[in-house]
Structure formats: structure tokens, C-alpha cells
């Protein structure tokens, strides 16, 4: 298998002079199309063997600039159906096992036209593209009682979760369980939902690029219904959370439901439902936002001054597109950014959390993304992705916070980690794996801030779905398997 540079340089322009041959089919591609579909074929599990070398070539007529015009449209396609059986597997199986493992980087890959739109659709909503919706949708009303509907109706409930349509949700429950009155999934959801189905849509009013200024950490000026306040901006939250008292002196809008949620520790924790009708966050201004409220007593509220205790959840972040923070003290948004070039994404919905991929030791695994955890955790998973770094470590126990409280875990202490995320290095000291897993067995870990600020500045971009930690001068090379 060729090493595959996972760095800056492979993601640059495409260089219309300069084009490489592929042996076994004797014609000429461009070459930073060769270096985006190897990345590509290395996310479905293998590299296709015609590619074990490359010559480069200048372009020397118009015949062979015409030829690369029909390469390049051609040979993502062909790219992906090596790759598709190069493991022994055809297409149509290699995508259904995908998407039935939830794999939405390997599906999104490996997905061509003839996949099934249903695939297709719900890698548009775990990617959380505009279209999702109406795909969704599409695959309902063209046939209603399929299998294909029922797993289109749970998609969408993900996505209207995630975004804040609470209304939608709603609606989109109960025509779930018309069309599926059976469905345990279906009927369980309704249960875990139940306090969200009344809620209202969360509204986006206006949504002008800012910056705002911040004092150390992520916390941030918010104005919430004509009161200052300055919450902190949580991805692993998944929708936003304040304390009664702040509550109360916000003027929100009580509800009448209840329920619980997870934390980033074991426990659920128990909260109220309430509206801001107003929240203007620099440039942006909303209506309608959803906030769970919980005891004054509760981690993390106790240990904050009034004015402090609160977090701003996923729904209003993907309203605001793109993050980026900087040691600076500022921390800019911008709700539909322009790039150069495309952007290939690291980040997809997983189990209604972000999960970011990290490369270490060459393998690209899953943690969750939470600017809310100071610290990265490891979970046990990780032991299975790499015995070697874990069959050496020492027994520990470790202390693991959330807004359920504290709890102490039986760990081990592993070395110093090498990681690289969207290309760039950073360290991970001292870190400890649970012996538990406490949280999505999806996860290898919940990737926190001594990570993200380490370089000094990090970006989270919901627009393009990617993560980046600012470190120009630290690239990574290594072998994706």
C-alpha cells in the first residue's frame, strides 16, 4: 500500500500541468485528483493495487488536456468501485454493511449514483447538508410503507433533534408511528423525545459574521432576552443548559415537561424545559431557543458566579456555523462561509453528537467532539483499536466530570500520545483509558479543550462539517489503514 501524505499539500489546488499515468489504464489524471481519491480509497479499507506507482507527465497537447477533462469526471467512480471489491465484497454489499454499522465516512467515500437513495439521504443528514431534509422526505412520500421510509423517518428525527425543530420533530414522531404503529424503535423514541415534542422551532432572525471577545476558556457575551450574560460554548451539549436561578433572572419561559438526558459521565441528570425568546450572540440573533435547566446545585453551575452559569448547546452552534476561537480573546462566527476549495469534512453526527476523526499511529479512529471537557477522556475502546500501547499500562483510577456530577473510574495510564487532527499534531499527556465504556460505543474517546487549544486557536466549521487544530508547521505523514 503507497503512504499516503495526510497533509496541507494534498489538499491543494488542482495543477493543470502536471498529471500522472496510471499503469494499468494507460491515460493520464491530474494529480492532486489521484492524491484526493487515494485519501478516499483509504477510508473504504484499501488502496486499489493499480495505483502501487506513479509517473508524473507534462501536459504536451490539447488532446491530453481533453483527456484529463473526461479522467477527472470519471475517476472518482472507478475509484470507488475498485475499492468497493477490492475486499472481496461487492458494491451493493460493502454499501449496505456501511450503512448498517453507521460507518457515514466510509459510506459518504464509497457512494456512488447507484447507491440507494435512502444511503445516500441519511449520509447527507449525518453530514448535516441542507438538502437532508427533502431527501428524507422524498424517500417517505415515494413509498410509505417501505423499510426505507421507516429508517427515513428515524434520520430525520436525528436531524430536527439536532438542529433545534422541535415542532418538526414532533409532527415527524407521530407520522412515524401512523405509518409504523409498531416500531419499538420508533416507540421509544417517543418516550426519550417526549419533552422536546412540544418545544418550538428554534428560529434563526439574522446571522452577520462577528467576533465577540472572550476572557480565557470559551466562554463568551450573550444577551438573552435584553440580560448580559456569558455562557460557554459546548459541543458536547446537545441542546443549551442554565441554572434555575439564571433562569429565572433571564426571563425564560417555563414549560411544562421534564425528563432527563446523558452526561459525558454515566449518570442522566435530571432537567426543566425552558424558552429564551430572544438570545443575539455578536451578529446573530435568534428566537425560540430550547434550554434545559437544572439545579443550582448541579456541576458545573455551583462553582460558577451568577451571570456564568449557562452553555450554549449544538443547536444554536449550527446556527452559527462556523467557529473559530483564538488565544487572543476572540472567538469569530461565521453562519455560511466561502472556501477556495472544497473541504473534505472530519466531522459527522453520531449518535446525535459530533464525532471528529484523529489519526494515531497511522489509523483513523472516532472520538466525540466536546469543547466543554477540559480534558480528553479515553474509553476502552481504544484498548481494542491499540492493544499494544494499552497491554504495557498500569492500573489508575481516574476522576471523570459532568454536569451529572463526578464520579471515579477504575483506568489505565497510558504514555504520551501522538494525535493529528484535520493534519495537525498535537499531544495528549497523561492520559488515562476507562476500564468502562461510558458512553457511545462509537467512540474511542471524548476529544476536549487541552487538545483544541493547544496550538493556540482552533476552528469548528458546521458549514463544512471539519475540525482544525492551527499548527502550520506541524504536518502529518503516515500510512491510513
Known amino acids: ?29 491530474p494529480e492532486s485528483l489521484i492524491k484526493v481519491n487515494l485519501l478516499i480509497t483509504a477510508a473504504c479499507g484499501t488502496v486499489a493495487s493499480n495505483y502501487h506507482r506513479v509517473v508524473i507527465h507534462p501536459v504536451s497537447s490539447w488532446k491530453d488536456y481533453l483527456l484529463w477533462i473526461f479522467a477527472a469526471a470519471a475517476l472518482p467512480f472507478v475509484i470507488a468501485q475498485q475499492a468497493l471489491a477490492a475486499d472481496g465484497q461487492n458494491p451493493k454489499e460493502k454499501v449496505s454493511d456501511l450503512y448498517a454499522k453507521q460507518d457515514w465516512f466510509g459510506l459518504r467515500a464509497c457512494a456512488t449514483t447507484s447507491t440507494p437513495a435512502l444511503f445516500r439521504a441519511a449520509v447527507s443528514a449525518a453530514f448535516l447538508r ?21 429508517d427515513a423517518y428515524r434520520w430525520l428525527s436525528h436531524l430536527f433533534v439536532e438542529t433545534g425543530q422541535y415542532r418538526k420533530l414532533g409532527k415527524n414522531v407521530q407520522n412515524h408511528l401512523r405509518s409504523f404503529p409498531q416500531d419499538e424503535e420508533a416507540l421509544a423514541n ?38 448580559e450574560a456569558h455562557f460557554f460554548v459546548d459541543t458536547g ?31 442522566k441528570a435530571g432537567y426543566r424545559l425552558a424558552v429564551a425568546s430572544e438570545l443575539i450572540i455578536g451578529g446573530f ?31 444554536v452552534q449550527l446556527a452559527l ?48 467532539l ?75 474517546g471524548n476529544l476536549g479543550c487541552d487538545i483544541l487549544e493547544q496550538h493556540g486557536a482552533f476552528s469548528v466549521d458546521f458549514a463544512s462539517m471539519r475540525v482544525e487544530i492551527n499548527a502550520p508547521d506541524v504536518k502529518h505523514t503516515g500510512t491510513l489503514r
Open 370 to 444: 466536546d469543547t466543554g471537557a477540559v480534558n480528553t477522556d479515553i474509553y476502552t475502546n481504544f484498548g481494542q483499536e491499540f492493544p499494544k500501547i494499552v497491554n504495557k499500562a498500569k492500573k489508575t483510577r481516574t476522576e471523570v466530570r459532568g454536569i451529572g456530577g463526578a464520579e471515579t473510574h477504575e483506568a489505565v495510564a497510558l504514555p504520551d500520545l501522538r494525535l493529528f487532527l484535520g493534519g495537525t499534531g498535537a499531544t495528549l499527556r497523561s492520559a488515562s483509558m476507562l476500564t468502562s465504556q461510558i458512553n457511545s460505543a462509537r467512540f474511542v
Open 1 to 29: 500500500m503507497p503512504t499516503i501524505e495526510y497533509a496541507n499539500q494534498w489538499l491543494g489546488y488542482p495543477t493543470p500541468n502536471i498529471f500522472i499515468a496510471s499503469p494499468s489504464y494507460h491515460c493520464l489524471y
Open 190 to 227: 417517543q418516550k426519550a423525545l417526549e419533552p422536546l415534542l412540544d418545544m418550538p422551532d428554534q428560529i434563526t432572525v439574522t446571522a452577520e459574521p462577528s467576533s465577540v471577545k472572550h476572557y480565557g476558556g470559551l466562554f463568551i457575551p450573550v444577551r438573552i432576552n435584553g440580560h
Open 237 to 267: 451539549g446537545g441542546f443549551s443548559a442554565t441554572s434555575e436561578s439564571e433562569a429565572t433572572r433571564l426571563g425564560l419561559r417555563f414549560a411544562r415537561t421534564s425528563g432527563s438526558v446523558n452526561t459525558s459521565t454515566s449518570q
Open 130 to 150: 441542507p438538502e437532508a431534509e427533502r431527501l428524507l422526505s422524498e424517500i417517505i412520500s415515494s413509498a410509505p410503507s417501505s423499510t426505507e421510509a421507516r
Open 285 to 315: 440573533l435568534l428566537h425560540d431557543v430550547t434550554f434545559a435547566v437544572f439545579p443550582d446545585e448541579r456541576e458545573p453551575w455551583r462553582d460558577l458566579a451568577p451571570g456564568r452559569r449557562g452553555l450554549i448547546g449544538l443547536p
Open 321 to 368: 456555523g462556523q467557529m473559530r476561537w483564538s488565544k487572543d480573546g476572540t472567538f469569530s462566527f461565521v453562519a455560511n462561509p466561502r472556501y477556495s476549495e472544497p473541504v473534505e469534512p472530519n466531522v459527522a453526527m453520531v449518535d446525535d453528537r459530533p464525532g471528529v476523526r484523529v489519526v494515531i499511529e497511522g489509523r483513523e479512529v472516532l472520538f466525540s
